[in-house]
């Protein structure tokens, strides 16, 4: 089964600054089938990028993404104050289907 | 307006059932694929199942043979039938809806908390 490792753990940056998240697989996952979520403390997971890089309705272009095989990034190009929250990847895996996150990464205020 | 709506849960103790109910407004469930998903207290998120068809059905290790999804198209409702359950059953559970050809859920309901304790 694959396994999704979201580093690093917690991210402290400012407003303004760029932030970068990683998630590396244990093996190769498909571009199709790799997404972001962003969540807040209460709140449902919030669709921000799928098929490696493809924005979401309604998400601001300060949201990236990229990758293949087994190593993918989200950018936040410049960090507002909104954009402090948990983020997850997770994967599509078939045969039989499942669905895996990681263990996601805090991004908070430094 | 598009959106999810979950209920059902509640306290319920360890060796009980519950049954969820997830909502659609604003499009047809039978024309989609849905899943549960639940997050214990201060953890991350965990997919629980999958309904495709009503023969093509999928869950994970932990919830086996204990849980069972369905879907009631006249209604436009998704629901998990949870049996036998346990204290780290204790979560929000969440549905959400999928994108075809693609692994994500672009579409999410607000979440209900099932808690598990004598």
């Known amino acids: 089964e694959i396994v999704l490792t979201q580093s690093p753990g917690t991210l402290s940056l400012s407003p303004g600054e760029r932030a970068t998240l990683s998630c590396r697989a244990s093996?190769?996952?498909?571009?199709?089938?790799l997404a972001w979520y962003q969540q807040k403390r209460g709140q449902a997971p919030r669709l921000l990028i799928y098929?490696?890089?493809n924005r979401a309705t309604g998400i601001p272009d300060r949201f990236g993404g990229s990758g293949s095989g087994t190593d993918f990034t989200l950018t936040i190009s410049r960090l507002e104050p909104e954009d402090f929250a948990v983020y997850y990847c997770?994967?599509?895996?078939?045969?039989?289907?499942?669905?895996?996150f990681g263990q996601g990464t805090k991004l908070e205020i430094k | 307006e598009v959106q999810l709506v979950e209920s059902g849960g509640g306290l319920i103790q360890p060796g009980g059932s519950l049954r969820l109910s997830c909502v659609a407004s604003?499009?047809?469930?039978?024309?989609?694929?849905m899943s549960w998903f639940r997050q214990a207290p201060g953890k991350g998120l965990e997919w629980v199942s999958v309904?495709?068809?009503?023969?093509?059905?999928y869950y994970a290790d932990s919830v086996k043979g204990r849980f069972t999804i369905s879907r009631d198209d006249s209604k436009n409702t998704l629901y998990l039938q949870m049996n036998s359950l346990r204290a780290e059953d204790t979560a929000v559970y969440y549905c959400?809806?999928?994108?075809?050809?693609?692994?994500?859920?672009?579409?999410w309901g607000q979440g209900t908390l099932v808690t598990v304790s004598s």
């Open positions: 309904f495709y068809t009503a023969t093509t059905i």
């Open positions: 959400a809806r999928g994108r075809p050809n693609y692994g994500d859920y672009f579409l």
């Open positions: 098929g490696t890089s």
């Open positions: 093996q190769s996952v498909s571009s199709n089938d």
């Open positions: 604003g499009f047809t469930v039978s024309n989609t694929y």
């Open positions: 997770q994967q599509y895996s078939g045969s039989p289907s499942r669905y895996i």
